[in-house]
């Protein structure tokens, strides 16, 4: 089956940089890669997802960037702010259509 | 729209019990999907049902089961706890399932298993 691993497992920026988390894929038959944002005691939230018909999609202040051959995919959150901070986790779907969680980046954002 | 609705919120346990959880999906969805959540783990895929039929299911030992009813609610059980059961167990609808499409998940049920 699919197996997703996801780093860094903590990262600390400062108000205003980027952030950046990588995912790896292995599964080549996967074909849909969502991100998912879960503040402190919440539940998870889609923030973007991209298809592997696409190489980069962006809304304001988040992208994410595909690279099919490498079979990785990164998450970039640019201008960073405190409400930022919470866990990220990537996701892909693979061949036999489940959805495979990585293990979440706990993001803070330090004012 | 009401969102997705899981109960009990909280619950404690005592090993070798067995356990049922309940998930509601939001109106006209038809895919539950079912997650366990440990801190350094993630979230872990169980299984999947889509009409009543389960449609896809993870990696998790024959101790963990569920079914959906025509309504599209979900349960899922636990049977013979174990310590390493302790998790929040978190439901998620869809529209289309399949891993497609957005997930939208309830606030789980926290599970302690003494």
């Known amino acids: 089956g699919e197996n997703v691993e996801q780093h860094p497992s903590t990262l600390s920026v400062q108000e205003g940089d980027s952030a950046v988390i990588k995912c790896t894929y292995s599964d080549s038959a996967s074909n849909y890669f969502p991100w998912y944002k879960q503040e402190l005691g919440k539940r998870p939230q889609l923030i973007i997802d991209i298809r592997s018909n696409v190489g980069e999609k962006k809304d304001q202040r988040i992208a994410v960037t595909l690279n099919k051959t490498a079979k990785h995919f990164s998450l970039h959150i640019t201008e960073t702010q405190p409400e930022d901070s919470a866990v990220y986790f990537c996701a892909a779907r693979g061949g036999a259509n489940n959805l495979f969680f990585g293990t979440g980046t706990r993001l803070t954002v330090i004012p | 729209k009401a969102g997705v609705t899981q109960t009990p919120r909280y619950l404690i346990k005592t090993r070798g019990q067995q356990v049922t959880l309940s998930c509601s999906p939001i109106?006209?969805?038809?895919?539950v999907s079912w997650y366990q959540q440990t801190p350094g783990q993630g979230l872990q895929f169980l299984f999947e049902?889509?009409?009543?039929?389960?449609?896809n299911k993870g990696n998790f030992p024959g101790r963990f089961s569920g079914r959906q009813f025509s309504n599209s609610r979900s349960e899922m059980n636990v049977s013979t706890l174990e310590l390493g059961d302790s998790a929040l167990y978190l439901c998620?609808?869809?529209?289309?399932?399949?891993?497609?499409?957005?997930?939208?998940f309830g606030e789980g049920s926290r599970l302690t298993v003494l």
């Open positions: 109106s006209g969805h038809r895919s």
């Open positions: 998620a609808s869809s529209a289309s399932g399949g891993g497609t499409g957005e997930l939208f």
């Open positions: 049902y889509f009409s009543e039929t389960q449609r």
